[in-house]
């Protein structure tokens, strides 16, 4: 009797494990819900038991409802409906998250309204009050204004008094020549050539300074290459260097004579190309092209193409 009894116990504690196994338990809920037909007549008809199982034979032992249906709906529970509560679980993540975004948008935008309207209230008060910053500001400017006026005043009288001094010292010095030729006899050549100095001293012109030269300068043009506006406008040269290696072909007539530093910064005004940073790389620009053969330096300040530059720049000009 005690062996019977540990046979059913075991048989119980091995069944129960077996229910605990996902697969077998899937499958036994969805057999009991296909086929609870057959679960109602066993246990709750008033029929015999052997009336029950001809039932059971006879109209409910289809193999598609006993097993197949069963498996299915088991292989849905274990393996899909997982990734289908994923889905249902990221999308309502994804809607909270959205409504959460949408909120914050609202929020922010009422804090932009609020402190819009507060600043315009504040520049208001500050208006009608009279800000300390503007009064002081305005004082400053008037105070600059007239330190600017006592300035040009002061300037300009002392540009006409240099002028007056200028203009007196010039009448003396053409009185002292006047006094010098009429006392010096007019025969002799050397007081003719002494006169003929001073009268060019006493007229002598300002000469042009080099700024002066480089501002009227233009670059010489010919009926063989195109214009250097035409060069700007389909940005001819891939690099500065190019731009460079242009600029002194251009410069030296075409590479026909030599040309300077000043002839290339002449050339950056004229097509309107100069900047600080292109004024300020130029040296670094020329080394690398003496470098290259391409131009050579005659001395410390003429420069000169080289074949090869000349080949280059035609080749440049060429695309």
């Known amino acids: 009797m005690s062996t019977i009894k540990e046979f059913i116990i075991s048989l119980f504690e091995s069944s129960k494990e077996r229910l605990k196994n996902p697969i077998i338990g899937?499958?036994?809920i969805s057999w009991a819900a296909v086929n609870w037909r057959i679960v109602l007549t066993i246990l709750l008809s008033n029929k015999s038991i052997e009336d029950r199982i001809e039932i059971i034979n006879t109209q409910?032992?289809?193999f598609?409802?006993?097993?197949w249906l069963p498996l299915i709906f088991a292989l849905f529970y274990l393996l899909v409906l997982p990734y289908v509560m994923s889905l249902f679980d990221w999308l309502s993540v994804w809607a909270i998250t959205y409504r959460k975004k949408i909120s914050h948008g609202h929020r922010m935008k009422d804090l932009?309204?609020?402190?819009?309207i507060a600043t315009e209230e504040r520049q208001l008060e500050l208006i009608k009050q009279g800000s300390p910053d503007v009064s002081k500001l305005k004082d400053e400017i008037e105070q600059l204004e007239k330190e600017k006026e006592d300035l040009l005043y002061k300037l300009s009288g002392h540009e006409k008094s240099r002028k007056s001094t200028d203009s007196n010292e010039s009448e003396e010095s053409e009185d002292r020549v006047e006094k010098d030729e009429e006392n010096e006899p007019s025969g002799k050549d050397d007081s003719n050539d002494s006169k003929s100095t001073k009268k060019k001293t006493t007229t002598k012109k300002p000469q042009?300074?080099?700024a002066s030269v480089l501002q009227d300068y233009k670059l010489p043009s010919s009926k063989n290459y195109p214009s250097m506006r035409d060069n700007v406008i389909r940005n001819i040269a891939k690099s500065e260097k190019e731009w460079i290696l242009i600029y002194s072909f251009y410069a030296s007539d075409f590479g026909k004579k030599?040309?300077?530093?000043?002839?290339?910064l002449a050339a950056y005004d004229e097509t309107k190309r100069k900047t600080n940073s292109r004024h300020a790389n130029l040296s670094n620009n020329l080394n690398a092209l003496v470098k290259q053969s391409l131009i050579r330096y005659l001395n410390d300040n003429e420069m000169?193409?080289?074949?090869e530059g000349i080949s280059l720049s035609e080749e440049i000009l060429n695309r």
């Open 26 to 28: 899937a499958f036994l």
């Open 304 to 307: 000169l193409l080289t074949d």
């Open 112 to 116: 932009e309204n609020r402190l819009e």
């Open 258 to 264: 030599e040309f300077t530093r000043d002839h290339l």
């Open 60 to 62: 409910y032992s289809d």
């Open 64 to 67: 598609l409802y006993v097993v």
């Open 208 to 210: 042009k300074t080099e």
